[in-house]
């Protein structure tokens, strides 16, 4: 696929029905043009040894495959494969009588606004929504073919086979989005799980949950009709290995997903049905071995793209900054194995980036944040998208309604402490009264207690209110006149006060990250 016809293939003249416009978006692998009411996916020529589309017959082939497979999760989106043909003017099109140069899968093109990953970023997907996923999965799982050669993919050796491939086509990224220690820490972890729980593996083949699953479930391949249904694209299709392997497998990547954007609870409901309409009830001792698996295979393609000069340039930078952030999850999901009950609160003032420090150690720790701006506002009725103008100190900000707030917090952090869980309490706590009684209760649990102050330079703190005026999915109220009051109030913490993991936020995500993680002595150092 030469330039030239790519770029013929963005006129609206190169499809046999009507557009107004044709959109083109970019994978590693593939070219995908959509127009008003379709989807055309033409496969790269390329070879990356686990996937080979080098040759014409191979991208027919694997279209063809791309079809068949998909029916079986998502019957009337895929219509069939096409052929791209060269026209008298040397472009290409979707129809007419030229030279055969390549073949494309054609699809009903899906409303952008009802996949999964657009509606959790718009608060569009609750519990009952990810139970229908959930159960659309096991139902897939449990038909799903079986057989002595896809049994063979549940074997150590297979395991261990496609972990030394991505290994070894991930170590060129070590210094780029994956430190070396935390390569070498995965690696050996790794090969330790595989050892120490050889039975488990070997019982997995023998139950029978070795099948021919998805390969490629995450957010981005699902889409939620308006009356309820769940329509699951763009499975494996390139390599059997792929998808051939224990169903736990299949659905880490989903929960997974859902860790990565934030929504551990989600991640946790998912399971929890999946499991009682499977009845697979010894999941829970491998899903989190398949999580580390896929958030790094996810950091792989994405550093792939990274690499990929044929995508724009802005795009290669945010695939570096995404393929960072699944390989600190991966890594994320191994550390928070030994960590210990634990209470982390915030402090500083609105703008200050505590909340982005409390995501970050949120995602990779798996902690659940509870925020004083949700909770605020949820005590007085509101959605945590109202906005509000009060200024400091009055209204829902007032001394009583601050008060109100801070119990709250501190009731449902014990609600998890008592459960034998974590939390991070997100919150301003401007002065050491505030704080102190979040310490005396991880006294009473036995719980370590970490005190993340959040400080950046107030140029760039002006900057980020200005921004989060413009953003409806965040609750803060938080503005300049607001930050002054704050600062001159503020009490800093002390180190008789815990654990005081000092921070400033002007750093990147992944140096905050290491920086917190560091601070807490979970993290391995060299």
């Not at 499991?275 to 398949?290: K, L, M, N, S």
């Not at 921004?467 to 965040?474: F, L, V």
Request: with cysteine.
């Amino acid at each position: 696929m030469e330039q030239r016809f790519v770029r013929s293939l963005l006129k609206p003249s190169a499809y046999a029905e009507s557009t107004r416009a044709v959109e083109l978006i970019q994978t590693h692998v593939s070219y995908i043009f959509l127009t008003d009411d379709h989807a055309y996916k033409v496969k790269k020529p390329v070879d990356f040894g686990f996937l080979n589309f080098s040759t014409l017959d191979r991208r027919r082939f694997y279209c063809d495959e791309e079809v068949r497979l998909n029916r079986r999760l998502c019957p009337s989106i895929y219509l069939g494969v096409v052929e791209v043909r060269e026209t008298a003017a040397g472009g290409a099109a979707f129809f007419g009588k030229g030279p055969v140069i390549d073949y494309a899968v054609k699809m009903k093109r899906l409303p952008a606004t009802r996949m999964l990953d657009r509606l959790l970023a718009v608060g569009g997907v609750g519990r009952d929504e990810v139970r229908t996923i959930a159960r659309t999965i096991a139902d897939f799982h449990l038909r799903a073919e079986r057989s002595g050669e896809i049994a063979a993919y549940g074997s150590l050796d297979a395991i261990r086979s496609n972990w030394d491939e991505n290994f070894g086509q991930s170590r060129s990224f070590c210094g780029a989005t994956i430190r070396g220690r935390d390569f070498l820490l995965i690696e050996q972890w790794v090969e330790r799980f595989l050892k120490e729980h050889a039975a488990l593996f070997a019982d997995r083949v023998a139950e029978g949950f070795i099948r021919d699953g998805d390969g490629d479930l995450h957010l981005e391949n699902i889409s939620l009709g308006e009356d309820g249904s769940v329509c699951i694209f763009d499975c494996i299709e390139f390599n059997n290995r792929f998808r051939y392997g224990d169903t736990a497998a299949d659905i880490a990547f989903l929960l997974m997903d859902f860790d990565f954007h934030g929504r551990p609870d989600l991640s946790e409901i998912c399971l929890d049905e999946y499991v009682r309409a499977t009845g697979d009830w010894e999941i829970r001792h491998v899903v989190d071995f398949y999580k580390v698996y896929r958030a790094f295979v996810r950091g792989k393609v994405e550093g792939m793209r990274m690499a990929d000069l044929q995508i724009p340039e802005p795009e290669r930078n945010a695939a570096r900054e995404r393929a960072a952030r699944y390989f600190r999850l991966a890594r994320g999901y191994i550390v928070r194995r030994t960590l210990p009950k634990t209470l982390i609160i915030t402090c500083g003032p609105t703008g200050s980036g505590k909340s982005f420090a409390a995501r970050e150690i949120s995602r990779e720790l798996g902690l659940e944040i509870i925020s004083s701006d949700v909770i605020r506002k949820e005590l007085a009725g509101l959605s945590p998208r109202d906005r509000r103008t009060e200024g400091f100190g009055e209204g829902i900000y007032g001394a009583a309604a601050t008060a109100r707030t801070y119990a709250e917090l501190l009731n449902r952090a014990e609600e998890r402490l008592a459960a034998g869980r974590g939390a991070i309490v997100d919150a301003t706590l401007r002065h050491a009264a505030d704080r102190a009684p979040f310490r005396e209760l991880a006294a009473r649990h036995d719980a370590g207690f970490h005190i993340i102050h959040a400080t950046c330079p107030e140029v760039l703190l002006r900057q980020r209110l200005e921004a989060r005026r413009g953003e409806p999915a965040e609750p803060s109220d938080g503005r300049w006149e607001i930050y002054l009051h704050q600062r001159d109030d503020f009490e800093p913490p002390t180190i008789g006060e815990g654990n005081l993991l000092a921070i400033d936020t002007s750093r990147t995500a992944a140096e905050i990250a290491d920086a917190l993680l560091e601070g807490m002595g979970i993290l391995p150092c060299g």
